[in-house]
């Protein structure tokens, strides 16, 4: 089993900055990949950005590409989301997700695991 548990979220002016991190416990090393999602209130929830571990392979929602940067240390088995240039229309909460296996960032359900969540509020 794999837990993770995110940080990092908090309240912040438009054209701020936050990062985000999601550091994850368990059977981490059998992960293949991992991602950011967002969901607003009324919503449905969105893939912000994606890791492909084994080749460290990015890719991001059109909605934040060149804004936010998603990394991972595998010492540390945390997974990291930078954030710049926030608008108001980034306001979510903000959930860490992996899978061991192929994952879609269109599709949520292709991760198996998720964590809490931590709110992003951007005024």
């Known amino acids: 089993d794999v837990q993770l548990v995110e940080s990092g979220g908090g309240s912040v002016q438009a054209g701020g900055s936050l990062g985000l991190s999601c550091s994850g416990s368990g059977h981490t090393y059998n992960m293949n990949r991992m991602a950011w999602f967002r969901q607003a209130p009324g919503k449905e929830r969105e893939g912000v950005a994606s890791?492909?571990?084994?080749?460290?392979?990015?890719s991001y929602a059109d909605s934040v590409k060149g804004r936010f940067t998603i990394s991972h240390d595998n010492a540390e088995n945390t997974v990291w989301l930078q954030m710049n240039s926030l608008k108001p229309e980034d306001t979510a909460m903000y959930y860490c997700?992996?899978?061991?296996?192929?994952?879609?960032?269109?599709?949520?359900?292709?991760?198996?695991?998720w964590g809490q969540g931590t709110q992003v509020t951007v005024s």
């Open positions: 997700a992996a899978s061991p296996s192929f994952a879609r960032l269109t599709v949520p359900s292709d991760f198996l695991y």
């Open positions: 890791i492909f571990l084994p080749a460290r392979i990015t």
